[in-house]
């Protein structure tokens, strides 16, 4: 670990915080254009968060610590993960801390706080929302798991670095694995952030709403963070995404020509990412909730499939 | 004449409006079993609503309107002020239910025996006063004492309750929804509804008749034209007037455009419900423009006003029905386009396809009218002919075909507003190049003590208008039944073999009223 190391870590992390609602802001615009509406501003996402901020907080009456401290570990959780997912260097002082199943875990951490969170307050729709993101959750969870594991074998390790890292600066190599493994990671990105066609993120229906039914009773900057917790999960499913299938352009010291190339390479992969979500879904209706575990089943057997491939046929390789 | 061979004498009312028969009942047992009758031979409740009499001298009187194959049986029950009751009539027809409630609230009529609890009162004035009643004065003062609504428990392992409403997380009418749940499945949905009562009927009495169609019109802003037409239409019978030709057909117009930029709506809404965004964007702009040309022509986006009782008020030129015309094949086109989409789009038609299903039975059973109603596969339409009824003009004349869906679903209920969509531009058409010249409104005298049925088919359904005038030809009584009385029940037949995130979707398939049903 080098002092310009620990200030790239940092760079990392700041960045995220401040692409992240960028992000999210460009797939609304890009949505709206989609359905051919005219678009909300790109900053409006700050807008908001900076209006949250400047909000009080109102509390229900049952309200325990937990409904108070979830907005905070939730938010951790995704800065965390957001530290540790090489986004521009693969030199990451952070990244030894945790592998991707350690990863894995943080989101998993994540979910567990902001469902015991609906369901603190004890309105129908928070228990609702908390009973759905279970369901949802622990179906993804196991096909993220089959996806790393698969690439986890390719690399020989389970270090994100270590495996973006064997991927993009080595001979370049076609892995059919890879295929599967993005089709099952692509479902479980759409399943976890709350995206058409499990969840739907513009929605006012409360009895359809997943995400925004356990974040109903939340105001002020506890909404604030979770709503930036939620655009840092998309972003870190998307930088994970890209780092884990499409490496190129990520520095693997900390060169700083690199780090250079690697800025404008990860807006350019993210604007492109950002695109084909809006894309995905405008073109795709909301699913039936009882829908939903056939999606997530079949993204855990494209992983498997994956995997499957990866041992049977590229063993050699 | 008589009906079901029942010893009640009918007349049929003047004017030349949907065709309506009058007649009294002489006792609540003679009343019974004509309910009976006409519930055999599958009629349906139409309205139930209470009048006060007591001011000449009689007690009250109980309406209850009947849908036939033919017509309207308008039923009269004269009950003594001293003790107002009547007979149960919710075992014979379950739609009576609420309505029979909300006679009790209101005019302080009530059922003997059946369901008790207060329906548009929820305790904003006392049990023992009735707005209706002529000498209720104007109330207010009242201390708002909101009651405890006794609403059915369902018990057993697992299941538990979900309250919904009456405010909402979107900006829509206020009600309640108790979803009684196991898991996602639900078991049971109970509606409250009367949050939107307003108090228009008590503001009907003592208005002269110009200022009756204002307000008529402002009882359910999406079916404005509907309930204008159905005023007018009551106000006609009561004072045997015929309104022209022309005015006939602009109403006819007005009523279809009305049908156009409802369905264009609603079936944006649908693909919303179901998260496909795109489909909303497409519907709404071309109910946008639709609503803009309305502007245009008629003054008013909803065309309000616009239908007075006599005729219409505003005629159409050349150059505005040539840019009907115009419209109308532009938006063929687009529908025809997007219909294509919401067909072939998997993902759509697995949210509609068997959600929300009722079958004619029920349908029947439930007295539906209208579009929930044709979906289950029922020709139930009062602007088209079927066995035994010829349609009023100026339907009789333009041949209307009616839509209908055997699937009784979401997807026959989206399917319906699409097949009524191309025939509606096709009667827009037909009328703005076959316009007959004509005057555009007859004189209405007012006719001392008169009464008239209006019924009218709306884009949501059968939408009644009951007038009664008094000895100056003011009006007494006026009664706006919207189609959502006899719908809303249907909706909670209709969510039973679903899932709880099912429930917006069917929920916005039938799109019902609550300003309308509550007043």
Known sequence: ?????????????????ALAPLLT??????????????????????????????????????????????????????????????????????????????????FGLARIFISLAAMDVGTSFGTLGGRREMLVGFLAEPALLMVIFTLAMIAQSTSVATIVETLAHREFVIYPSLAFAGIAFTFVSFAENARVPVDNPATHLELTMIHEAMILEYSG???????????????????????????????QGDSFLGLLVAIPMLVAKLAIGGVLLALIETLNAKVRIFRAPEFLGTAFLFAVLGLLVRLLLESRV | MRFFGEPIEFDKQAGIGSPVWRGRAQSSEAM??????????????????????RGGGDGFRLHVAFGLDMGHAWLGLDLPAERPVYPDLAGIFSAANRMQRATRDLVGI???????????????????????????????????????????????????????????????EPGHFRFSVIGERLLRLEQRLGYQHKGVEKLFIGRNLAEGARLAGRISGDSTC??????????????????????????????????????????????????????????????????????????????????????????????????????????????????????????????????????????????????????????????????????????????????????????????????????????????????????LCAEVPPA?????????????????????????GRLARVHPHDPSWQAWPALEHAVMKDIVPDFPLINKSFNLSYSGADL
């Open chain 2, 226 to 439: 509907a309930y204008a037409w159905a005023y007018a239409s009551a106000i006609e019978a009561a004072c045997a007037v015929s309104p022209p030709p022309r005015a006939l057909l602009l109403r006819a117009l007005m009523l279809e455009r009305e049908r156009v930029a409802n369905h264009l709506g609603d079936l944006g809404a649908l693909g919303n419900d179901a998260a496909l965004a795109f489909g909303f964007s497409q519907f709404m702009r071309l109910k946008e423009d639709w609503l803009r040309l309305n502007a245009q022509l008629f003054g008013h986006r909803f065309m309000m006003d616009r239908i007075v009782p006599g005729g219409v008020a505003l005629d159409l030129e050349a150059p505005a029905l040539a840019s009907i015309v115009e419209q109308c094949d532009g938006v063929g086109r687009a529908v025809k386009e997007l219909k294509k989409i919401y067909d072939e789009h998997a993902g759509l038609q697995d949210r509609f396809v068997t959600t929300g299903a009722i079958d004619a039975q029920l349908a029947r059973d439930l007295s539906l009218s209208g579009m929930a109603a044709r979906a289950t596969g029922l020709i139930l339409d009062a602007r088209a002919h079927r066995t035994g009824y010829t349609p009023p003009p100026p339907w009789a004349m333009l041949g209307v075909r009616p839509v209908t869906d055997e699937r009784g679903d979401v997807a026959a209920r989206a399917a319906l507003r699409f097949g009524e969509i191309f025939e509606s531009l096709r009667l827009l058409r037909e009328i703005a190049v076959g316009l007959p010249d004509s005057g």
């Open chain 2, 32 to 53: 019974q079993a004509f309910a009976v009758a006409v519930h055999r031979n599958h009629g349906r409740l139409a309205a139930l609503w209470g009048e006060d009499r």
């Open chain 1, 221 to 251: 900057r506890h909404l604030a963070l979770i709503e930036w917790a939620a655009s840092l999960k998309l972003y870190a499913y998307s930088c994970l995404g890209l780092a884990l299938f499409f490496p190129w352009g990520i520095a």
């Open chain 2, 448 to 472: 001392a003590g008169g009464q008239g049925l209006g019924v009218v088919e709306g884009w949501r359904g059968e939408v009644l208008v009951g007038v009664q005038l008094d000895d100056a």
């Open chain 1, 25 to 106: 802001g460009w797939v609304n615009q890009c949505r709206a254009w989609l359905q051919n509406r005219s678009a909300p501003p790109l900053l409006l996402p700050y807008y908001m968060l900076h209006k949250l901020f400047l909000k009080d907080v109102v509390l229900a009456h049952g309200a325990s610590p937990i409904f108070r401290f979830a907005p905070f570990a939730v938010f951790g959780c995704m800065l965390l993960a957001c530290a540790i997912i090489p986004v521009l260097s693969t030199d990451l002082p952070f990244a030894p801390a945790a592998d991707t199943i350690a990863l894995v875990g943080v």
């Open chain 1, 1 to 17: 670990m080098s002092i310009s190391g620990l200030l790239w870590q940092l760079f990392a992390i700041v960045l995220a915080l």
């Open chain 2, 110 to 172: 009530s059922n003997e025996g059946g369901d008790q609890r207060p329906w548009l009162r929820h305790g904003a004035w006392p049990a023992d006063w009735f707005p209706l009643r002529h000498d209720a004065g104007e109330g207010g003062g009242f201390v708002n004492a909101p009651t405890d609504y006794d609403f059915v428990r369902v018990g057993g392992e697992g299941a538990h309750e979900i309250p919904v409403g009456p405010i909402h997380a979107g900006i829509i």
